[in-house]
Structures are given as structure tokens and as C-alpha cells.
């Protein structure tokens, strides 16, 4: 394996001291959010894709448990 230059280990290693910290601070604004800011960023997210650009079945879930049972499923 080649050697990685200095600038890429150290980035590595900035970023490695730094992630129990950014872990800390989104964990610090989840608590911090509160009903009607979590609902208007929902809101804004949702707002972002047309809704005619989204199926009609998807408007009503994600496919997120119909995905997991299809991974459970595989796993037997």
C-alpha cells in the first residue's frame, strides 16, 4: 500500500479528533429543537421536490418498512 502524503494524514487525523465533538453538537441542537422549527424544516424539505414529481404511493409512505422486511426476509 502507498504511503499517504502529509497533508491526507493529517486531514485524517483533524477529522478523527473532531467527530466525538460534531457528534456532541448535533446531539446538542436535536435537544434544542423545538416542535414548530423541526416542523418547518420538514416543511422546507418537502417543499424542495415538486409534488406531481413524486408517485402517488410514495406521498403516503417512504418504503422504509416495506425495505426492511425485504432485508429481514433475505437474511433467511
Do not use: H
Not at 18 to 47: I, M, V, Y
Amino acid at each position: 500500500m502507498s504511503e499517504q502524503p502529509g497533508f491526507a494524514r493529517m486531514w485524517l487525523e483533524q477529522r478523527r479528533t473532531g467527530e466525538p465533538r460534531l457528534a456532541e453538537l448535533a446531539r446538542a441542537d436535536l435537544r434544542a429543537l423545538d416542535d414548530a422549527t423541526a416542523l418547518a424544516r420538514s416543511d422546507a424539505l418537502l417543499a424542495a421536490v415538486p409534488q406531481g414529481a413524486i408517485a402517488a404511493e410514495r406521498r403516503s409512505t417512504s418504503g422504509f418498512v416495506e425495505q426492511q422486511r425485504r432485508f429481514a426476509r433475505g437474511r433467511r
